[in-house]
């Protein structure tokens, strides 16, 4: 069934570097935990992993930000642990704690057992989520699809969750090197499939989530999480009847090796607050458009503050198209939505110049 034209393309716009009105913006975990909607959709759910399985409340979470503010993208409403899920090594989250893997990867033998998981079987919940979300957004935005990097996957299926030091998976990293490449083959191609079925379903822009590649050192960067997305990048369907579909690749920390991210082949490239978009610009060279990167903790405070801060974002990227405007990692559960929306409102007054 043909898609509604789409009313908004800035966003598609801008992550192709071609010229906008203004800058486009949307939010990491836009639709989360910060809006009191989204808490009472979770509590009819019963539980976050309930929430990602269910369509139509995927579909309800994803639209509910777009109710509140005028964003110029939806992005889909999942988890990057949803591939380790369907590869049975026994996924839960929990309340306060995060998510917790009943089944680690430590050994050549768990890296035999895991499946590459079909996006229309195990994880068609996923593929119905977008088909609906397109459905209701009507041409309104484009919706972005994600999953998270194969390393950054990786991590959490070797830890068994959340870390602070990286024990197991840089001891497989640094001690058997052909296993933690062979865990990683498995996920690229799981990760490629997937983000292929999102695209047939009906996502407009995909977005690579690169939580861990920071913690790496440079060379280990490259070989371990870069090389991996980059196979992503290339395994793509770039073309669909509705137009090019634009590929965002975002490491946390990964500021100092923008110029080799360049390389994999992305269309944009996120940048966290830590590297200014002035240097980012820079390295780039404008060979791909630049997402990004107010500091989340901007939103505490006051509205005044916030749109100043808005302002040196902007004024960082300066002048020219290829500039998505966004939060430098996701928005804090605990931040007032009105301040999303002095930051919304303040990127819609102040970008025009840029543009002109």
Not at 7 to 22: E, W
Not at 80 to 109: D, Q, S
Request: aromatic residues 8%; negative net charge.
């Amino acid at each position: 069934m043909p898609h509604a034209p789409l009313k908004n393309d800035l966003l598609l716009r801008a992550l192709l570097r071609k010229p906008t009105p203004r800058t486009p913006l949307w939010m990491m975990r836009q639709a989360g935990r910060y809006l009191p909607e989204y808490r009472a959709t979770r509590a009819k759910a019963g539980s976050f992993l309930n929430l990602c399985m269910n369509p139509e409340l995927a579909c309800e979470v994803t639209l509910q930000p777009l109710d509140r503010y005028p964003l110029d993208a939806a992005i889909l409403f999942s988890d990057i642990l949803t591939i380790p899920h369907a590869m049975n090594v026994g996924l839960e989250f929990e309340a306060g704690e995060g998510p917790k893997i009943a089944r680690p990867v430590r050994t050549p033998a768990d890296i035999d057992r895991l499946p590459v998981p079909d996006p229309e079987g195990e994880l068609r919940y996923v593929m119905d989520a977008v088909r609906l979300i397109r459905r209701e957004l009507n041409g309104r935005v484009p919706l972005i699809g994600f999953a998270g990097s194969p390393w950054t996957v990786g991590t959490y299926m070797v830890e068994g969750g959340g870390t602070k030091n990286f024990s197991h998976i840089k001891g497989m990293l640094y001690g058997a090197p052909d296993q933690m490449h062979r865990l990683l083959d498995v996920i690229t191609r799981a990760t490629t499939a997937y983000l292929n079925a999102q695209i047939a379903a009906g996502a407009q822009a995909v977005m690579v989530f690169d939580t861990w590649g920071g913690v790496l050192a440079p060379q280990e960067y490259r070989e371990f999480s870069l090389a991996y997305m980059a196979r992503i990048v290339e395994g793509l369907t770039k073309e669909t009847e509705e137009g090019r579909v634009p590929v965002i690749l975002f490491t946390k920390g990964g500021g100092a090796w923008l110029e080799d991210m360049v390389q994999a082949g992305a269309d944009a490239l996120g940048v966290d607050w830590t590297t200014d978009l002035a240097d980012a610009r820079l390295a780039v060279r404008d060979r791909v458009a630049l997402q990004g990167n107010l500091d989340p903790s901007v939103l505490y405070a006051p509205p005044e503050a916030i749109r100043a801060q808005v302002a040196r974002v902007l004024e960082s990227y300066g002048r020219g198209h290829g500039h998505v405007f966004n939060l430098g990692h996701g928005i804090h559960p605990d931040v007032n939505p009105e301040h999303a929306g002095a930051m919304i409102a303040a990127v819609h007054e102040l970008s025009p110049q840029y543009h002109a």
